[in-house]
């Protein structure tokens, strides 16, 4: 698609009814002649008919949703076989090396942080229509680390395999140093259940405290 030719079709896919609001309304300013918003969807399910009956040129895609998140969304729009000229872009708050490596791997072309501005999302999404790889900076270099071998992604991925999605949240909010307050607050939950959450992780993954944990987070790039 030659850029300025026509029109990049989106569909927008996030959990959060008020962010989408927020992306459409950026690319609605941004992206006026530039960009096309067919529909926006919440969950995997959604999205998966929105992709299909849409076909768009790219999607904007959360890692995290209901349902099996970003990679699940890509895997069953491909198995199906529907829209293989669909391309798609990653905007998620998560900056984790393995969230960044799991969402390329699963067929994404690039990957993007929230903190991104309208007329930035704007050209990321002209790019990946065109074919091309974006990533924000420090993410392309968990890319590079990736598949040079500094980051032994395996590893990684058996690892996190052993612990749940809210116990993978906790575990990264308190290798970032939240308190278990803060942490309990920030994912709605009571301390209590943060510090059972706590007790799992640091057994599953056999360390023995908070300053262990933060180094072996670290240590896999995932803060």
């Known amino acids: 698609m030659a850029e300025g ?3 990049v079709s989106v569909v927008i896919v996030d959990d959060h009814a008020m962010f989408r609001r927020g992306v459409r309304a950026e690319l609605e300013s941004a992206g006026r002649g530039r960009v096309s918003i067919l529909a926006e969807a919440a969950d995997v399910d959604e999205a998966v008919a929105a992709v299909s009956e ?9 890692v995290h949703l ?24 990653a905007l998620s708050v998560s900056d984790a090396a393995e969230d960044v490596i799991g969402t390329i791997r699963g067929g994404a072309r690039g990957y993007v942080t929230k903190t991104i501005t309208g007329p930035e999302l704007v050209q990321a999404i002209g790019r990946v229509a065109e ?3 974006v990533f924000s900076p420090r993410l ?15 590893a990684v991925d058996e690892d996190l395999d052993r612990l749940t999605e809210r116990e993978r949240e906790v575990m990264r909010l308190i290798a970032r140093g939240y308190a278990y307050k803060e942490v309990a607050k920030e994912l709605f939950i009571s301390i209590k259940t943060v510090e059972t959450h706590m007790s799992s992780v640091l057994r599953k993954l056999q360390l023995s405290s908070r300053h262990e944990l933060t180094r ?5 790039r995932l803060l």
């Open 216 to 220: 072996w987070a670290s240590d896999r």
């Open 5 to 7: 030719t026509s029109l």
């Open 140 to 154: 392309a270099g968990f890319v590079l680390d990736a598949f040079s071998g500094s980051i032994d992604v395996a």
């Open 54 to 62: 849409h076909r768009p040129d790219v999607v904007l895609l959360d």
């Open 131 to 133: 074919g091309d790889a």
């Open 66 to 89: 209901p349902g099996g998140g970003g990679v699940e969304v890509m895997r069953r729009v491909t198995a199906s076989g529907a829209v293989p000229e669909t391309r798609y872009l």
